[in-house]
């Protein structure tokens, strides 16, 4: 079942506004950060998935790893690949789906980064982390960094949340609800760029804790460690998770 629309919330809307936030300098010390979490050295086989337009698996590539990238969405490979010939850096760019690979592996790790986890339901979330396993050398690790659940809902409001990005002239704005039966953030975006005024929604599951363990352990995933960024202990009110799992 699709809950995410990904063709009206991955496109140049969603690049234009999140370049200023994305930029080199976040871009080198999130890529240094996965490197040290997985304690992995070049020229270490990684898989970025989904890579979208290339940030970090660019730079793993320009630090001497081996990187391929899988994405749904052709533009942001065509982004990923054009910056990729201008770094002088070689990564494998594919289209694909998180829940069919086009890769066969063996990597050492598999990343998902940037709440990139969750869209679909969870027969087929489980089906995306079963297919992290499939392409992972036996020893090799995923990791996995999202919302975590209880920190966003102990920061959630009763009404809906409203963010605005402003550049330029141009505005995002996200009307956010939290839906604590289906354990889903539910997004209604509107953009206003251009003098057009283009709508989409986008749904992401936000599993607990327990529901991950659960997940990766039928997954094949024989360790689990669950962290805050900077491998900092979780907290109830941690706001981001990272899943450290090895097959």
């Not at 050295?41 to 730079?59: Q, S």
Request: hydrophobic share 35%.
């Amino acid at each position: 079942m699709e809950l995410f629309d990904r063709a009206s919330s991955f496109n140049d809307d969603y690049l234009w506004f999140y370049e200023p936030i994305l930029g080199v300098e976040r871009n080198r010390y999130e890529a240094s950060e996965i490197a040290a979490t997985l304690e992995l050295e070049p020229p270490g086989r990684i898989l970025d998935a989904p890579c979208g337009h290339g940030r970090i698996a660019n730079v793993l590539a320009g630090d001497g790893f081996s990187v391929a990238g899988v994405d749904a969405t052709t533009q942001f490979l065509e982004r990923a690949r054009h910056d990729a010939l201008n770094l002088g850096v070689d990564v494998d760019y594919r289209l694909g789906d998180l829940r069919d690979l086009p890769v066969p592996g063996p990597f050492d790790a598999v990343v998902c980064w940037f709440t990139s986890f969750g869209y679909f339901d969870d027969p087929d979330n489980q089906k995306t982390l079963a297919e992290f396993a499939r392409v992972l050398r036996p020893g090799g690790q995923l990791l996995l960094e999202t919302m975590h659940h209880d920190g966003f809902v102990r920061g959630f409001i009763p009404a809906p949340g409203a963010t605005v990005a402003e550049r330029g002239d141009d505005t995002l704005i996200d009307v956010t609800t939290f839906d604590s039966v289906r354990g889903r953030v539910e997004t209604d975006r509107t953009v206003h760029r251009d003098g057009l005024v283009r709508r989409s929604h986008h749904s992401i599951r936000v599993p607990t804790v327990p529901e991950f363990d659960e997940w990766l352990a039928a997954a094949g995933f024989s360790e689990r460690h669950y962290s805050e960024r900077g491998g900092r202990p979780l907290r109830y009110d941690s706001r981001r998770l990272v899943v450290t799992a090895t097959k």
